[in-house]
């Protein structure tokens, strides 16, 4: 019984989402994944399914906890950009 109560205080406590707000994240989320795969797909010049996956995270956040501190500007752009230049690094490094 102990270790149900110690796994219990690594839930995330339960957060009051009327399903108004859930439909507007998730559309958030799908339009803007829909327009970065739009602009990569005109930048790349075919479907490039590897950046969806970090750019799906950073639209659930961003859209879904918009008061997040991993949700705020800063974090995101800072974060996809340091990611990019390691990628970049690593493909022009390894052959």
Known sequence: MAIKRWLGAFA?????????????????????????????HHALGNANPWFIAPMGASAVLLFAA???????????????????????FCAQAIA
Do not use: D, H
């Open 66 to 88: 918009p008061a997040s501190p991993l949700a705020q500007p800063w974090s995101i752009m800072a974060g996809n950009l340091v990611s990019a230049l390691i990628g970049v």
């Open 12 to 40: 995330p406590a339960p957060v009051g989402v009327n399903l108004r707000e859930k439909l507007y994240g998730a559309l958030g989320a799908l339009v803007g994944l829909f327009c970065t795969e739009w602009v990569g």
